[in-house]
């Protein structure tokens, strides 16, 4: 089918890395490419899969104590570019961007640390900002970028993984982007009440 796309290059930079095991090693299988960064990149050479520093595809380390790790046009380029479009695929070979097919990723926990009684420095340096543009850029190009953008769609890709392989349709690449904007909405919400008060 014309909607439905092969996911060849995974970005995955989470949080909570317990209930990823199963979709790494499903991705592996179909011969997914893993970029990452920091502990997740880590986390998945310790299952024993290769995995690309997002700093190599950039050029750049991760910077300002962590606050700029991917913001970086050769990652949001990748996620952003339209594969339809000739004029975007030709910039894309031009600047040597990497087609992005999935985005996995979740953001730092701000509420909790709100609940924390954490201080305001900490609760600000859990404001997500990396996290939140890679969920918002991966749900704006759904058609052709799958988005997990929390813990909770974990198992939503793995039962797509499970069935058909590396692949997923528009249907199901519309709904997650849905999700996203569900945990983006929420999250901004959060920070919202925060200063509100």
């Known amino acids: 089918m014309a909607d439905t796309k092969q996911i060849k ?13 199963s ?10 490419q893993f970029l990452s960064t920091g502990g997740t ?10 995995c690309d520093k997002v700093e190599d595809l950039t050029s750049y380390p991760s910077i300002l104590g962590g606050r700029v790790k991917t913001l ?9 570019g339209r594969r339809e479009l000739e004029g975007d695929r030709k910039q894309m070979a031009q600047y040597e961007i990497p087609e992005i097919d999935l985005v996995i990723v979740d953001l730092y926990p701000f509420e909790e640390t709100v609940k924390s ?3 305001e420095a900490d609760i600000i340096e859990k404001i997500d900002i990396g996290g939140i ?8 190009n759904f058609n052709d970028v799958v988005i997990v953008p929390s813990k909770a769609e974990y198992q939503i890709l793995d039962d797509i993984l499970t ?9 199901e690449r ?6 996203a904007f569900g945990v983006s909405s929420s999250y901004d919400t959060a920070i919202h009440n925060y200063f509100a008060k």
């Open 9 to 21: 290059t995974a970005l995955i930079s989470v949080f909570h890395k317990d209930g990823l095991e």
């Open 23 to 32: 979709i790494l090693q499903k991705l592996n299988a179909d011969g997914v």
């Open 41 to 50: 990149q880590s986390f998945i050479e310790s299952l024993g899969y290769k």
């Open 72 to 80: 970086h046009p050769k990652v949001f380029g990748g996620i952003l």
């Open 117 to 119: 009684g954490a201080s």
């Open 133 to 140: 543009s890679l969920i918002r850029a991966a749900a704006k």
């Open 163 to 171: 069935r058909n392989g590396a692949k997923t349709t528009l249907a």
């Open 174 to 179: 519309r709904l997650l982007a849905e999700r």
